[in-house]
């Protein structure tokens, strides 16, 4: 069982576990998911998509009727600022009440628990590289905080799962990660830029570009995700790619790729927006045997021609 199964992660997700054999149970309630992201699976294939909010009250309930689970995987959330600045309640409730009714029917089930967290944990961090046992540097009300909080709630709730019902539960702390099936609106630096650069419009940089970000291409992301559900590791454990850029020389990349001379943008650095990050993943090559294989350049040509496609669509 996968909730937010329709959104980018997700729907990778149900691909790479569908091609590993297994059956599988999409949860979405759509509000920046989309049922597109199933058009290309074989109506035969062991899949079946049930629109749902797993914050309702009723949802446990709702889902006793289905199963049995092995693996219940919990990915909604609303993760792009935008949307998270535009459904705040929401995005709590996914991380809180959303979080303890998937816990419960893993628990019910006898199940493997899986948590989709973030870097946002981190905050804008003070150290440099974060590792796992980094506490972060998160404002507890800022205009982020709907989202960070509710990761860190939600971390916290799977730890308690863990620790008082003996629930086989897995953390992963997810950095950038980009693809195709990106919203291209959502606002994130990837489909924003790709978007921008593909209609020949300026790029637009927030602060002064110096800012960094370390960008993790889906399936690789992917690949530690299913590695991680089938490990004994309990605590969090970081997935993303340690090679840092900053933000000027992504859009310089961007602008190479495409052939494109349009200019650059700089608008104001939006409130607690971090100045850096880039995830120490010692402990996902000892624990899991895992690290980026897609570099930059082929991950955003692919990226790029699924772009492309929806736009000319």
């Known amino acids: 069982m996968i909730s937010g199964a329709a959104g980018f992660i997700g729907s990778h997700l149900v691909d790479r576990l569908l091609a590993d054999g297994y059956q599988v149970l999409g949860v979405d309630n759509l509000i920046t998911g989309n049922e597109a992201n199933f058009a290309h699976i074989d109506p035969k294939s062991?899949?079946?998509?049930?629109?749902?909010?797993?914050t309702a009250p009723t949802f446990v309930e709702r889902m006793a009727t289905e199963g049995p689970f092995d693996f219940v995987l919990h990915l909604a959330s609303l993760a792009s600022p935008k949307y998270y600045l535009t459904f705040?309640?929401?995005?709590?409730?996914?991380?809180?009440?959303?979080?303890?009714?998937?816990?419960?029917?893993?628990?019910?089930?006898?199940?493997?628990?899986?948590?989709?967290?973030?870097?946002?944990?981190?905050?804008?961090?003070?150290?440099?590289?974060?590792?796992?046992?980094?506490?972060?540097?998160?404002?507890?009300?800022?205009p982020r905080s709907c989202y960070d909080e509710s990761k860190r709630f939600a971390e916290a709730m799977t730890m308690a799962y863990c620790r008082k019902f003996g629930l086989a539960t897995n953390i992963a702390r997810i950095f950038n990660t980009y693809g195709p099936r990106m919203n291209l609106d959502d606002g994130r630096v990837v489909p924003a830029f790709l978007t921008q650069a593909l209609k020949a419009k300026p790029l637009t940089i927030y602060g002064d570009g110096t800012q960094t970000r370390s960008f993790c291409y889906v399936d690789d992301l992917v690949d530690g995700l299913c590695r991680l559900m089938l490990s004994d590791e309990r605590e969090p454990v970081n997935l993303g790619n340690p090679q840092e850029i900053t933000m000027l020389t992504f859009a310089e990349r961007i602008q190479a790729m495409l052939g494109t001379n349009c200019p650059l943008e700089f608008h104001p650095l939006p409130e607690n927006d971090p100045t850096r990050r880039q995830p120490d993943i010692s402990k996902a090559r000892r624990v899991l045997g895992w690290e980026p294989r897609i570099g930059l350049e082929e991950g955003l040509q692919k990226t790029v021609d699924a772009f492309a496609k929806v736009q000319s669509a």
């Open 88 to 142: 705040p309640i929401e995005t709590l409730e996914s991380g809180s009440t959303g979080t303890r009714n998937m816990l419960e029917i893993a628990l019910r089930h006898e199940a493997r628990f899986l948590l989709t967290s973030t870097s946002e944990c981190y905050g804008d961090p003070l150290e440099h590289p974060q590792k796992e046992s980094y506490w972060g540097n998160v404002n507890p009300i800022g």
């Open 46 to 54: 062991p899949w079946e998509f049930v629109p749902g909010d797993v």
